[in-house]
């Protein structure tokens, strides 16, 4: 079982080392050489409709599972405890399937919070003008 280095960067550096998973939490992204050994950057966004971190103060975890349908590979793994699980593989019409209801989830995500991302902003509009009010930044 192939097992992944975890390092916390601010910054995603120039070269990504294989067998290394790079996390940049100031900017929401995981990025590491495909498991497969074919060489390409897998970059996983974090967010609520995208992928999550686990840091378990030892090992760090991605769900959901990495299937990278856009290379000429087409793998598809687990990284769970820092350790790549393989998952099965994705036919062209599954993969269409996947797409489809990834998109759909991301639609139900955003629609579902339309009303409290205005009261957010609201809420971050009156802040901003109680501290200019004030002289604070």
């Not at 990025?31 to 996983?44: L, N, Q």
């Not at 769970?80 to 062209?92: A, L």
């Not at 200019?132 to 930044?137: A, E, I, R, S, T």
Request: overall charge positive; charged content about 30%; glycine content about 6%.
């Amino acid at each position: 079982m192939k097992t992944l280095v975890h390092r916390f960067v601010e910054k995603i550096p120039d070269q990504i080392e294989e067998g290394v998973i790079y996390v940049s939490i100031p900017f929401e992204t995981v990025i590491h050489r495909c498991c497969c050994g074919c060489g390409s950057e897998v970059i996983t966004p974090l967010s609520p409709t995208d992928w999550s971190l686990t840091f378990n103060g030892e090992s760090i975890s991605l769900e959901p599972s990495v299937g990278n349908w856009s290379f000429e590979c087409k793998s598809h793994y687990w990284i769970t405890e820092n350790k790549v699980i393989w998952s099965t593989r994705w036919n062209s019409k599954r993969i269409e399937e996947g797409r489809k209801e990834d998109f759909e989830a991301k639609v139900r995500y955003f629609e579902k919070n339309k009303s409290t991302s205005s009261n957010i902003q609201k809420e971050d509009s009156k802040t901003t003008k109680w501290k200019n009010l004030f002289g604070k930044k």
